[in-house]
């Protein structure tokens, strides 16, 4: 994998963010924060962690700012909120990958998430995590968004591929 592939694997989360995020503003203000399903609850919360995620992927991998603790979903009370949080996210990203160089890809990260297990991956397998990782997490927004009563939109990569992406 290239960084021009990594690239293009975060462009479409970027795509598919503001496609859902289209989708999720006719949500109420309880809606969006409602405890529904799943490992975080509500829409808000499974939405910050994927930011959080992102973000705590992208500073492993030395793009800054550093995100520091992961963020706390009250924090953010409004979509409007978490929005803002996904540009300032998306603008870390871009600004990072247009430093990284093929040869970066293969550069070894230790991490851990709690001592003493620590872990060792490239920054190529750390970004590709991130990116499959957001789009676990949008997936169950999709499906949060429809237990709620309301439709999230098609936000599959066929359709930033087919519609919304020249052809190269």
């Known amino acids: 994998m290239s960084v021009a592939d990594l690239q293009e694997l975060y462009a479409y989360g970027r795509w598919a963010n503001h496609k859902l995020f289209d989708a999720l503003s006719v949500l109420s203000a309880e809606e969006f924060t409602r405890n529904v399903a799943g490992s975080y609850g509500s829409i808000r919360n499974t939405l910050v962690h994927g930011l959080s995620a992102e973000w705590g992927w992208l500073g492993r991998c030395g793009a800054l700012p550093d995100r520091g603790a992961r963020l706390k979903s009250e924090d953010y009370s409004t979509l409007p909120s978490v929005i803002d949080l996904s540009r300032k996210v998306e603008t870390i990203g871009q600004g990072f990958f247009s430093t990284l160089t ?17 872990y060792r991956m490239t920054v190529e397998q750390i970004l590709r995590h991130g990116a499959v990782h957001s789009v676990h997490h949008r997936g169950q927004v999709a ?26």
């Open 102 to 118: 093929d040869a970066d890809l293969t550069r070894v990260v230790e991490f851990t998430f709690a001592p003493p297990d620590t």
């Open 143 to 168: 499906l949060l968004c429809r237990m709620l009563g309301h439709a999230p939109g098609n936000f599959d990569a066929v359709f930033y591929y087919a519609g919304d992406v020249a052809l190269r």
